[in-house]
C-alpha cells in the first residue's frame, strides 16, 4: 500500500488529543502541510485526564512549553505520584511514587537489599527510600538540578486544550467549528477522502486523525476496524465526574481510594479538585454511585456530577488506512494509573517518527501498531495488578477480582516477583522496575527470596548501606518549601 503524498492533515474532534495532535505537528512538521481541526462546541470531551505522568515533560520540552506559564494557564499543581488507599486491604494505603528508591547494584534491584533488612530487622518502610514518595507525604516539592525529583502535573484538562490550541494556532494550525454529518471513503481503497459537515461543507485530506472519543467516527463506524473487549478483566465500566472548590491547600500526589465495587479519585488543582468515581455497574446503580461520590467529597459543587459509561479494550488497529486513532478513539484504560494522556503522546510521538510524508506505507502502519499494542498491553496488565493482587474479599466485586483469570503475561510477572523479588522491565515499556516494586509490594506481594549477592555485605555494611540512603532522604526533603508556596511563587493561576 502506497497513498498519494500528504499535503493535508485533517484531525476529527478537539479535546486534549485533538489539540495535542495539532500543536505537536503544527509545531514540529507544520512547514510542510496544511493541518485543520474540526471541532463542534456542542459536543462536549470526557474531559477528566486531569493527571499525567513525568514522561509529558518531555513532550513540552520538545515543543518549547514555558513550565511556569503552562501551569498558570492550567491551574496546575505538582504531582510526585500516587497514594492507593484502601486498594490491599481497607485501612491501608501505600504511594506509587515517581522516580527511583533506594540504590541498585548490577545484580540485583533494591528491593533484595531492602527485604533483607526487613528480614533482620534493619529497613523501615520501603517508601522510606524514595525522595518522591517522602516529599509526597510531607506536601513539598521544589526543582532539584538535574531534574533529580521527578514529578508531573495536575491540571484543568480544558484548559490545557485551550492552552495548546492557542499554540496549534500560532503554528499555522486551523479550527473548524461544525458537526460532522458524514465520513467519504473511496471506493477503490478504502481510504478516507474527507469528512462532509452538517451545514454542507466538504472538508478533504490526505491523512486523517481520530480524536471523536468513544464514539470513534472514523477508525470504526466508517473502517470498522475491530475492539478487543478487555471487561473481563478491568470489570468497571462506569464513572461519574464532578469539581468541587478546592477547601485545603494541594497535595502534590493524586489520591485513589478503592471502594466497595471500583475506586474514587481526587486531583487537587491550584483552585479546585477534580473527583470521580469509576465502579462496575453490575454491582452499583448510577444513583448509589452517585451518592456515594458526593458523600466524600468536600467544598462546593462547581459542576453538576456528569455519568460516564465505557468499555475498557483496544482498538484492533490503531493506524488503519490513512486513519490515525488518538486517546478514547483508540480504546480506553481506565486512569488508574493516569496513563491517558501519556498515550495520547506516545501515539503523537510515534506518528511523527513515522511521518507517512510521501504516502502511507503498509510498513509504517504495521510498525506503528504493533509498538502500540506492545506499550498498551504492558499497561493494561500493571492496572490490572492492583484489582487482582489484593487482601480485600469484603464485597462482591473484590471477591470476583481476586478470583478472575488474568492475562499469562501479567501472571508470569507476579510469579517471578514472588519465588525470586525480579523485576524485569519489558522494552520500551512505560512502567519501569520501580513502579512495579512499588505496587507489587503496596498490594501486599512480598518475595520469598532475595538475591544472594546481598549477603555479600556484612549486617553493619547493610545497615549503613540502608541508612545512609534514607537519612539523605530525609535531609533533601527537609529542606524543601512546602507545595503550595512553591506554586505561589513559581506558577500562581491566571484568574478566571
Known amino acids: 500500500m502506497q497513498s498519494q503524498a500528504i499535503k493535508r492533515v485533517v484531525i476529527a474532534g478537539g479535546g486534549t488529543a485533538g489539540w495535542m495532535a495539532a500543536a505537536a505537528i503544527a509545531k514540529l512538521m507544520g512547514k510542510h502541510f496544511e493541518i485543520c481541526l474540526v471541532e463542534s462546541e456542542d459536543i462536549g470531551t470526557v474531559g477528566v485526564g486531569e493527571a499525567t505522568i513525568p514522561p509529558l515533560l518531555t513532550l513540552h520540552k520538545l515543543l518549547g512549553i514555558n513550565e511556569a506559564e503552562f501551569m498558570a494557564a492550567t491551574q496546575a499543581t505538582f504531582k510526585l505520584g500516587i497514594q492507593f488507599e484502601n486498594w490491599r486491604d481497607q485501612g491501608q494505603d501505600y504511594i506509587h511514587s515517581f522516580g527511583t528508591t533506594g540504590q541498585d547494584c548490577w545484580a540485583a534491584g533494591f528491593q533484595h537489599f531492602w527485604l533483607k533488612g526487613q528480614q533482620i530487622g534493619l529497613a523501615s ?32 484538562a480544558g484548559l490545557y486544550a485551550k492552552f495548546l490550541r492557542t499554540m496549534a494556532e500560532k503554528h499555522g494550525a486551523t479550527r473548524i467549528e461544525g458537526k460532522i454529518a458524514k465520513v467519504e471513503t473511496c471506493e477503490q481503497s478504502g481510504n478516507i477522502t474527507a469528512l462532509q459537515m452538517t451545514n454542507g461543507e466538504r472538508i478533504a485530506g490526505d491523512l486523517f486523525i481520530d480524536c471523536t472519543g468513544f464514539r470513534a467516527l472514523l477508525i470504526e463506524q466508517t473502517l470498522h476496524t475491530g ?5 473481563h478483566w478491568l470489570p468497571c465500566d462506569s464513572a461519574i465526574a464532578v469539581q468541587t472548590r478546592a477547601t485545603r491547600e494541594p497535595v502534590p500526589y493524586t489520591r485513589s481510594i478503592a471502594h466497595g465495587a471500583g475506586w474514587q479519585w481526587q486531583i487537587p488543582l491550584q483552585h479546585r479538585v477534580g473527583n470521580g468515581l469509576v465502579y462496575c455497574s453490575k454491582y452499583y446503580s448510577d444513583d448509589e454511585a452517585k451518592a456515594l461520590l458526593l458523600a466524600n467529597v468536600s467544598g462546593e459543587l462547581l459542576t453538576e456530577p456528569r455519568l460516564i459509561k465505557f468499555k475498557t479494550g483496544m482498538r484492533r488497529k490503531h493506524w488503519n488506512k490513512n486513519c490515525i486513532a488518538l486517546g478514547l478513539a483508540s480504546g480506553f484504560l481506565e486512569p488508574l494509573e493516569s496513563t491517558s494522556i501519556h498515550l495520547v503522546q506516545r501515539s503523537i510521538v510515534r506518528l511523527l517518527q513515522m511521518f507517512p510524508v510521501n504516502g502511507v506505507s503498509q510498513a509504517d502502519v504495521d510498525e506503528f501498531n504493533q509498538q502500540t499494542e506492545h506499550e498498551v498491553l504492558n499497561i493494561r496488565d500493571f492496572i490490572i495488578l492492583h484489582y487482582y493482587v489484593t487482601a480485600r474479599r469484603d464485597t462482591a466485586f473484590w471477591r470476583h477480582c481476586q478470583s478472575m483469570p488474568i492475562p499469562e503475561s501479567l501472571a508470569h510477572r507476579i510469579r517471578l516477583f514472588k519465588e525470586t523479588g525480579r523485576v524485569f522491565k519489558v522494552p520500551n515499556e512505560l512502567f519501569g522496575e520501580n513502579s512495579w516494586t512499588q505496587v507489587m509490594l503496596g498490594q501486599g506481594l512480598l518475595p520469598e527470596h532475595y538475591h544472594p549477592i546481598v549477603d555479600q555485605m556484612s549486617e553493619e555494611e547493610l545497615s549503613h548501606f540502608l541508612n545512609q540512603i534514607k537519612v539523605q532522604n530525609q535531609r533533601l526533603v527537609a ?18
Open 125 to 156: 518502610d520501603y517508601g522510606d527510600y524514595c525522595p518522591e514518595l517522602l516529599a509526597s507525604k510531607a506536601a513539598k516539592f521544589a526543582h532539584l538540578p538535574n531534574r533529580s525529583l521527578n514529578y508531573a502535573f495536575h491540571f484543568d
Open 227 to 231: 475492539f478487543d473487549d478487555w471487561s
Open 479 to 496: 529542606q524543601l518549601p512546602s507545595h503550595q508556596t512553591f506554586l505561589q511563587s513559581y506558577c500562581p493561576a491566571m484568574s478566571k
